[in-house]
């Protein structure tokens, strides 16, 4: 069993920055995958990045690539999502996730086994 909590979401103008942190409680932090999705209004959740359990290899959705970088520190139980240059499309809630697979290559909101509450992340223009 694993809790996830989000933090760092906010407001920020377009070509801003914002680091969101994810803390996992429970056990065996370093075996699980860890992904982040978003949800905008109305639309469905979307992957945006996801890093393997202990190799550090990461995967990104193609909106995202070169502006968000994904990292975990497994001695610390908490995996991070820097995102730079951000644009308003990037506007919705961020969720954390955790899988039991190790791999990066997970991408479908049904691989995950955890989820956090979210946490808002809204770009003005």
């Known amino acids: 069993q694993v809790q996830l909590v989000e933090s760092g979401g906010g407001l920020v103008q377009a070509g801003g920055s914002l680091r969101l942190s994810c803390a996992a409680s429970?056990?065996?932090?370093?075996?699980?995958?860890m992904g982040w999705f978003r949800q905008a209004p109305g639309k469905q959740r979307e992957f945006v990045a996801a890093?393997?359990?202990?190799?550090?290899?990461?995967n990104y959705a193609d909106s995202v690539k070169g502006r968000f970088t994904i990292s975990r520190d497994n001695a610390k139980n908490t995996m991070y999502l820097q995102m730079n240059s951000l644009k308003p499309e990037d506007t919705a809630v961020y969720y954390c996730?955790?899988?039991?697979?190790?791999?990066?290559?997970?991408?479908?909101?049904?691989?995950?086994?955890?989820w956090g509450q979210g946490t808002q992340v809204t770009v003005s223009s």
């Open positions: 996730a955790a899988t039991y697979y190790r791999s990066s290559w997970h991408v479908a909101t049904g691989e995950y086994n955890y």
């Open positions: 429970g056990r065996s932090f370093s075996r699980y995958a």
């Open positions: 890093i393997a359990s202990s190799d550090g290899s990461t």
